[in-house]
């Protein structure tokens, strides 16, 4: 395939509109892993997950399998799930614990760190041969840790991952403060979907705040006729509370909020607020939960903590944290019309279990292939991916995407970061693209 | 009234009036779901009735795991007037479903509960979607109320439950 060169590249995007053969050109695409997956900041693990040395996780950065584990040293290593033999998979499983990786092919053996300890019948293999660099699992070129977020580079690259996070940590620090113990844990069970669209439809529907409106239309307003309506739409339940926050009146989705920062991050927020979605929850164990904080934190920092009046944070290119539901969603490129959705959410240690329970409602609700909300975002998705798909293979017509709404709207704060000035701004679209076309177009 | 041959966990013959009742309630729910008449469906939960799918094998704990269904009754009816309604965007047009359902084994559960297995296969069809085949088990919980058999639990484990899929939207 030949590959989209950088001139061509920078003529599919413009400051409020993109070239629909950003969605659908699988040259594109293989781009995209090559230069925004492949060599940028990805999460890959959570350091709970990696507790004592030997544990690890598989996962998929870009197009790799890569294996992140906690080493001998009790450092984190991340390397390709690939013998340096003959190519096999060291591991299968999704994660475990092990004192040494053993090829099943030919019993190449190597430490919790990739490095090769042992290779059968050695001496048939020509002098020396298994002595030369580069007979390990081949290492990511960067590791590093923010507050237990574990993130991977396949190649070299500048920036340090703290300076990278450096506009959008505080709502991992915010995650982190939520738990009265400040520390989070991650049980394993994630939920996944697949789509059949571009990858980059979520991230952009995750900060159009008032696409919930028209697409969720059939929840909210299943809700709204209810004969029991009080009863029904005060009804404890992450799902119910989410299908009524959806169908919020396209006036009060102005006032929310839209910010965009260096790098492709975003968040939106002002939910919580006015009559909006309550911080509180009536139960005991909430009352509970909140003294836990305080003892802490003092009062004044605990209410801090909770009214962060943050909905999702997007860690570009493919991570989204709601800081309120502990939930994690990473989403994975499969193909240029082919996506998978990972989402879990964090036990906040020291919380009572019924904390937990209502992060799995809200994930159960969210990001389950059942869920009533994303299901007819995801056939959005597979909706525009149809209509699109004749522009990524030539191309039939000069087929443009719009992204104007709230252009022109934005003011830049003194932080260096842009306010939308409106929660119906597309704004965060537009900075991802800008992100997008910085190392899209990076030799 | 003569036994029949099923014998529960405690070696209780279940009358065999009564294996017959279930057979055919058994059956008559996975007709209402595959015509697609989810009222009545759902009229054969009882109030505190629950739909269970769990997304890991075995799953025994639906709070702290995240399941693909745990619905009560209210939420299920939200679930099923939301097909119908204009907008849908995931079910426009509504899928169709079609159940296989294989041998049932009943037992006397505890709590004074009736509890029925038996093995399924769905085929399901939407279109842009295609055609899917699930397979697993259901299990029913049953109570009598009034006289009539009443769903208090319907979990159905597909042997995929922790595959990645795209949405599913009608209950199987």
Known sequence: ?443 | MPESNVKSADATAIPAALVREIEDFVADEAHLLDQGRFEPWLALFAEDGMYWMPSRPGQTDPLGVPSIFYEDKEVLAIRLRRVAHPANLAQAPLGRTSHLLGRIRIENAENGLLCAHAPMHVVEYRDGDGQRVFGGTCTYHLRRENGQLKIVLKRVDIVNCDAPHSFITIPF
Not at chain 1, 86 to 95: D, I, P
Not at chain 1, 103 to 111: A, F
Not at chain 1, 175 to 183: D, G, H, M, S, V
Not at chain 1, 323 to 347: E, G, K, M, N
């Open chain 1, 1 to 443: 395939m030949e590959r989209p060169q950088a001139a061509e590249i920078r003529g599919l995007v413009e400051p409020n509109r993109v070239h629909a053969r950003v969605y659908a050109d699988p040259t594109i695409f293989e781009l995209e892993m090559e230069r925004l997956f492949e060599r940028n900041w990805l999460y890959a693990a959570h350091e709970s997950e990696l507790r004592e040395p030997g544990d690890y996780i598989r996962t998929q950065i870009g197009r790799r399998d890569i294996i992140v584990a906690r080493s001998e040293d009790g450092g984190l290593a991340a390397f390709h799930n690939r013998c340096a033999h003959r190519g096999a998979m060291v591991t299968a499983a999704a994660c475990g614990h092990v004192k040494n990786f053993v090829c099943p092919y030919h019993g190449w053996s190597y430490d919790s760190a990739g490095k090769l300890t042992g290779v059968p019948l050695r001496k048939s293999y020509p002098h020396g041969f298994v002595e030369e660099p580069g007979r390990d699992l081949e290492p990511v070129a960067r590791i590093a840790s923010y507050r237990g977020f574990v993130f991977v580079s396949l190649s070299p690259i500048a920036i340090e991952l703290e300076e990278y996070l450096a506009p959008v940590k505080d709502t991992l620090d915010n995650l982190i403060e939520r738990a009265p113990a400040a520390e989070l844990v991650k049980d394993g069970v994630e939920m996944r979907q697949v789509y059949r669209g571009n990858w980059k439809l979520h991230i952009e529907n995750t900060f159009d705040n008032i696409h919930t409106y028209f697409v969720h239309e059939s929840s909210w307003d299943t809700l709204r006729g209810w004969e029991d309506d009080t009863k029904i739409r005060n009804k404890p339940d992450q799902l119910v509370q989410m299908i009524k926050a959806n169908g919020w009146p396209l006036r009060d989705w102005e006032k929310s909020q839209i910010r965009a920062f260096d790098h492709g991050h975003a968040i939106n927020g002002a939910y919580f607020t006015g009559t909006k979605i309550a911080i509180d929850r009536p139960e005991p164990w909430f009352a509970a939960y909140r003294q836990a904080l305080q003892r802490r934190n003092g009062a004044e920092r605990a209410e801090g903590i909770l009214s962060l009046d943050r909905f999702n944070t997007l860690i570009y290119p493919n991570l989204v944290v709601n800081v309120r539901y502990q939930y994690i969603r990473v989403f994975q490129p499969i193909a240029v019309d082919s996506t998978l959705v990972r989402a879990f959410c964090f036990r906040l240690k020291g919380a009572p279990d019924e904390m937990y329970h209502v992060a799995v409602r809200f994930l159960t609700a969210l990001s389950s292939p059942a869920s009533m909300v994303s299901q007819d975002d995801h056939e959005i998705f597979n909706r525009i991916q149809r209509a699109l798909s004749g522009d990524g293979h030539g191309g039939h017509r000069d087929s443009w995407i719009d992204l104007s709404r709230g252009y022109g709207m934005e003011h830049r704060l003194n932080d260096g970061s842009v306010d939308g000035m409106s929660g119906v701004s597309e704004l965060a679209l537009r900075n991802q693209f800008a992100a997008w076309l910085e190392h899209m177009t990076a030799e």
